[in-house]
């Protein structure tokens, strides 16, 4: 199995990234939260990996942290979830907002992923919520600890800009890189600055 690669990044198109290692071209999968990390192409960058071999594929997933990585893995543990579902989860949410979904049992926000209902969301808490808490242990505590008011105006920005018509995934990838010391009313008007692609 492979556990991490380390060399060049030679591309990068979401889902997709290249690495050169010691000239051999590795392509992997990636969830959006690790191309936010990725470095620019032709620098170095170390990933840490998750291998699936089929009888038709050998399957690489790229995870700028060994944390991403091992939520992976236990999202595709869940019955229904598989890799696909699994990187919309992580291209969502980071893994403290996944871990603060979980201690939250917080259905509602586990359905902004694309692709997720309520019974699969539902079904997430169900199948991890102990788990994580014990893999994770205080991490998933703090997370739930410190889910007050920076991450509620993220919330609350991200449903009102979901209202708007913006795909969830959208709005909640362009809110999560901005400062989280800004109310709601300036995470909606500097997020619409961006998805409407106009830079005040």
């Known amino acids: 199995m492979i556990a991490w690669l380390s060399g060049v990044l030679l591309e990068k198109q979401a889902p997709s990234l ?3 290692v010691s000239g051999v071209g ?10 936010y990390d990725l ?12 291998m699936v071999v089929r009888e038709d594929a050998q399957l690489l997933y790229g995870f700028s942290s060994k944390q991403q990585r091992d939520l992976f893995r236990n999202l595709i543990r869940v019955n229904g979830v598989g890799p696909k579902v699994a990187l919309a989860v992580l291209s969502t949410l ?22 997720i209902g309520k019974k699969t969301a ?9 788990r994580l808490e014990k893999e994770f242990g205080d991490v998933a505590l703090e997370a739930a600890a410190q889910s007050g008011g920076a991450n ?15 795909r ?15 109310s709601s009313e300036d995470l909606i008007r500097q997020a619409l600055r961006t998805l409407s692609g106009n830079v005040l």
Do not use: W
């Open 122 to 130: 539902a079904l997430l808490v169900v199948a991890m919520k102990d």
């Open 168 to 182: 969830p995934a959208d709005a909640s990838r362009v809110v999560r890189g901005l400062p989280q010391d800004l």
């Open 94 to 115: 980071s893994p403290q907002e996944l871990l603060q979904c979980m201690a939250n049992e917080d259905v509602a926000q586990l359905c902004k992923v694309p692709g």
């Open 152 to 166: 509620s105006a993220r919330n609350d920005a991200i449903e009102a800009l979901a209202s708007l018509g913006y």
């Open 26 to 35: 590795y392509e992997l999968e990636a969830p959006m939260t690790t191309f």
């Open 39 to 50: 470095p620019a192409e032709g620098e170095s960058v170390t990933v840490f990996v998750h």
């Open 18 to 20: 290249l690495i050169n």
